[in-house]
T-cell receptor
Framework: ELKVEQNPLFLSMQEGKNYTIYCNYS?????LYWYRQDPGKSLESLFV?????AVKQEGRLMASLDTKARLSTLHITAAVHDLSATYFC????????????FGKGTHLIIQP | DAGVIQSPRHEVTEMGQEVTLRCKPI?????LFWYRQTMMRGLELLIY????????DSGMPEDRFSAKMPNASFSTLKIQPSEPRDSAVYFC??????????????FGQGTRLTVV
């Protein structure tokens, strides 16, 4: 059974600071997704990482994937309040058998 | 495209009643997923379809839950009878494929179900 673990689950930080959210998964996969969810809203796709070493950047967010370590990171640079949300990583087991397995999410609060 | 469309957005029902949630996937997408989100359990995959055929329903919690996809543009998730512990947000998502490189899932706005 594929397990996806995120840490931290909760993070409060100040604007202007840098931080990294980690996503570990338990079985081989080369497809990982990051989503953002605002309170009471749906999940918005942020990044699609499809190979080992993949790195994607959008504004102050950068995601990377290391399939050998079964680890993805979401790095926040010079955080701003608008980035406050819950961030989920999701892993596709690759066999097409299980859909996406989500981590529990990281609840990020960025304080002015 | 308008994205994945779910209805209703909110549903409040009494215990024992039948509840039907509806989903219209993105046109051209071959895979459809039903997820449930709660504070305690996070996001759980309930069932998913590929080309209108149910592939894996092992996430469906009980026989009270059933899902259908009669055609490529419509799916339902039914709970009969509903119980208070079914209260959650139910998301429908679709993707182009469920194998290969086009497995990015796009989510609907969700249905917030409250069973009293």
């Amino acid at each position: 059974e594929l397990k996806v673990e995120q840490n931290p689950l909760f993070l409060s930080m100040q604007e202007g600071k840098n931080y990294t959210i980690y996503c570990n998964y338990s079985t081989t996969s080369d497809r990982l997704y990051w989503y953002r969810q605002d309170p009471g809203k749906s999940l918005e796709s942020l990044f699609v990482l499809l190979s080992n070493g993949a790195v994607k950047q959008e504004g102050r967010l950068m995601a990377s994937l290391d399939t050998k370590a079964r680890l993805s990171t979401l790095h926040i640079t010079a955080a701003v309040h608008d980035l406050s949300a819950t961030y989920f990583c999701a892993v596709d087991s690759g066999g097409g058998a299980d859909g996406l397995t989500f981590g529990k999410g990281t609840h990020l609060i960025i304080q002015p | 495209d308008a994205g994945v469309i779910q209805s209703p957005r909110h549903e409040v029902t009494e215990m024992g009643q039948e509840v039907t949630l509806r989903c219209k996937p993105i046109s051209g997408h071959n895979s459809l997923f039903w997820y449930r989100q709660t504070m305690m359990r996070g996001l759980e995959l309930l069932i998913y379809f590929n080309n209108n055929v149910p592939i894996d329903d092992s996430g469906m919690p009980e026989d009270r839950f059933s899902a259908k996809m009669p055609n490529a543009s419509f799916s339902t998730l039914k709970i009969q009878p509903s119980e208070p512990r079914d209260s959650a947000v139910y998301f429908c998502a679709s993707s182009l494929d469920f194998v290969g490189v086009n497995t990015e899932a796009f989510f609907g706005q969700g249905t917030r179900l409250t069973v009293v």
